[in-house]
């Protein structure tokens, strides 16, 4: 994989659906990564709030990521115009998409708990498993899963490197105080869906 050349190609992906991809990956950031807006919530409303932001990831983690997931693939295979409506295109298999959520994070933590790096390579061995479920609905959670181990075989450590490369955006963003990450998240995004059709 030529990692400057697809990220290249993800920039300009990006620069090609710069407004649509910002809006799009904002809303599907507030259920996705709902519990790490804690530390602001508990400031203002007290301990017992982040309980509920924990409960809103849970719930819509994986509907949301299935769905914008299918937004991303519209981008990089230029197949059809990507729509915000994509966010909401797959609450008709939201059990599946809830269930495969909860496999996959029981899944790392209990390898987190055995040390950090297992966690880690199971997380990265399940990473494209709501891609495959976005390109197709009626795959069940187990295929997804065994179909995305089967395309990481070989490629774990470079996904790992792929995004370790991101963490001068990140730091960007954490010194604009956030304001850079409405740029920098969906082009990570861009970026791993086009790592999902290069390995595909």
């Known amino acids: 994989?030529?990692?400057?050349?697809?990220?290249?190609?993800?920039k300009q992906q990006l620069k090609e659906n710069l407004v649509i991809s910002i809006i799009t990956v904002f809303i599907a950031s507030i259920f996705i990564d709902a519990?790490?807006?804690?530390?602001?919530?508990?400031f203002f409303y007290g301990d017992g709030s982040y309980i509920y932001l924990d409960l809103l990831t849970i719930l819509f983690a994986g509907v949301f990521t299935t769905g914008l997931n299918k937004f991303l693939l519209k981008i990089v295979k230029n197949s059809s115009t990507p729509e915000i409506g994509d966010l909401f295109s797959h609450f008709n298999i939201y059990l599946k998409t809830l269930g495969l959520y909860v496999v996959i994070a029981v899944i790392g933590?209990?390898?987190t708990l055995l040390f950090i790096i297992p966690g880690i390579i199971l997380l990265i061995m399940f990473s494209q498993s709501f891609f495959i479920l976005a390109e197709d609905p009626s795959k069940s959670i187990k295929d997804c899963m065994v179909e995305s181990q089967k395309m990481m075989y070989g490629h774990k450590s470079e996904y790992f490197v792929l995004q370790l490369s991101f963490i001068g955006w990140y730091l960007l963003t954490g010194i604009t105080l956030g304001i850079a990450g409405f740029w920098v998240n969906p082009y990570v995004k861009i970026t791993n869906a086009n790592y999902y059709l290069e390995i595909k």
């Open 1 to 10: 994989m030529d990692r400057t050349y697809l990220k290249s190609k993800s």
């Open 35 to 42: 519990s790490t807006l804690k530390n602001g919530v508990t």
């Open 109 to 111: 933590f209990i390898g």
